[in-house]
């Protein structure tokens, strides 16, 4: 009877072994390339195709999940998610709430965009998403702040003459500046404001921040992350080296 209920239980314990942690990720869905909803209804962009492989590195399950930007540390706080991959930089406000993988982008610059190369940043008006590092930046200088729930609400900011200009990732302004036929311009040099974009996690999950770090530093080494960056954000973006 011993030996049975021996085997019975090394069996369920192997049985254990097989079975893949299911980890929810939180994303916003609205920050182009990083993540936005496609046509199916489904997250797409960079952080789905490169999150989908880090679960399958780490033997995952992941599922996404939708949030709005501005609760979206509130809420993996709470546990509504387990992670957040959804353009976030690392900075020391947010590690006082949350901790971070290993950076899967390098340091991103930020940049000015104004419908005028004249329009004076320091001093006008300047629109930035709430709780990002581009707003907090702009709420230290001499600038007035205007802050949106969404980046697109702040290049429409600038488009109905309600803000001089916006400072956002300059991953994310490119195609609207791109796409604008000259209407909207880059305001002086780009600015370094964080140290990296990670994956947003609660301080208490270690070994989760463990399991993430391994296929992130994997991807690096066998230079698979770096081939994500140039499909998703071209061949002159900031790589890995």
Not at 151 to 171: H, Q, S, Y
Not at 201 to 209: A, E, H, M, T, V
């Amino acid at each position: 009877m011993k030996k049975l209920m021996f085997a019975a239980a090394a069996l369920a314990l192997t049985a254990g072994m097989g079975l893949s942690q299911t980890v929810r990720i939180g994303t916003e869905g609205a920050y182009p390339p990083y993540n936005f909803i496609n046509d199916s209804g489904e997250v797409d962009g960079f952080e789905r195709e490169l999150g989908d492989e880090l679960c399958t590195r780490a033997e995952l399950t992941c599922t996404w999940v939708k949030n709005d930007w501005d609760s979206i540390i509130p809420n993996l706080v709470s546990g509504n998610y387990d992670a957040v991959m959804a353009g976030m930089a690392i900075n020391e406000e947010r590690q006082r709430v949350i901790t971070f993988s290993d950076a899967y982008i390098p340091p991103a610059s930020s940049a000015y965009v104004a419908l005028s190369e004249d329009v004076d940043v320091e001093n006008g008006v300047v629109a930035a998403q709430t709780g990002t590092i581009q707003a907090s930046h702009v709420a230290e200088t001499a600038a007035t702040l205007i802050e949106f729930a969404s980046p697109d609400e702040t290049i429409a900011a600038v488009r109905n003459g309600e803000a001089d200009a916006v400072l956002a990732d300059k991953d994310f302004l490119v195609p609207h500046v791109t796409d604008s036929n000259g209407e909207l311009v880059w305001i002086g040099e780009d600015i370094y404001l964080d140290d990296g974009i990670a994956v947003g996690l609660r301080q208490s999950d270690g070994p989760l921040k463990e399991k993430f770090d391994a296929a992130i530093a994997a991807m690096k080494e066998d230079g698979s992350l770096n081939e994500l960056i140039s499909k998703w954000f071209g061949e002159n973006a900031r790589h890995f080296e």
